[in-house]
């Protein structure tokens, strides 16, 4: 006797109780799901040598990203245990933050009222491995970045923005489970400089 839809799987039913196994969302790695979201631009794809552990360097540093997404940064990181900031902050640090597996959350203030910008902090607020800030300037009202991995949105109601968040947090950067605490808060543009200034930040 067949059971039809054993073991919770997704299927196809094809007269009767005859099924065939659907592959379902679970069975993708994090990379595969992030890719089958329209708009994520993959830049790992485009430099390999991009999503290298452990860039770090002090000063101001430049990326061809923009925001960036991953490579060299800071050897502290930003705080990402559901931050939400409500200034810019260096992405020196916000980068180093990428690399412990947060997913950084980023908006245009001259394009969102701050109703907009309460809506998209409800994702990041007390969530672990994710973190908020203003960066003005963007090309689109939202910009979300994970290691290597970048989606711009033009409405903080895109249902793309969450499915992002599910598929990147903690998941595809080099040093997942790396502390997201004990990093900085300052804010401002200017990264911190760990041999001149005193941290709660080790790097890592």
Known sequence: MAVC??????????????????VTNSSRTPAQRLNAITGVHDY????????????????????????PVAGRHNPVWMNCAGDVYDA????????HSL?????????????????????LATR???VDYMLMSPYPGLDQPVSLQAWGYQLKVGSVTDSRIDEFIKAARGTVAPEPGA???????????????????????TGG
């Not at 839809?5 to 659907?22: E, R, Y």
């Not at 605490?181 to 930040?201: K, L, V």
């Open 5 to 22: 839809g054993a073991l919770g799987l997704s299927t196809i039913v094809l007269g009767g109780c005859g099924v065939v196994p659907k």
């Open 44 to 67: 790992g794809k485009d430099d390999p040598a991009l999503r290298e552990a452990g860039q770090h360097a002090t000063g101001t540093l430049s990326w061809e990203q923009s925001p």
């Open 88 to 95: 810019r902050i260096p992405s020196e640090h916000a980068v």
């Open 99 to 119: 690399e412990h597996g947060a997913v950084w959350v980023t908006y245009d203030p001259a394009k969102l009222d701050k109703a907009q910008i309460d809506q």
């Open 124 to 126: 990041v607020t007390g």
């Open 179 to 201: 502390a997201c605490s004990g990093g900085i808060t300052e804010t401002g543009t200017t990264p911190f400089d760990p041999s001149t200034q005193a941290s709660t930040g």
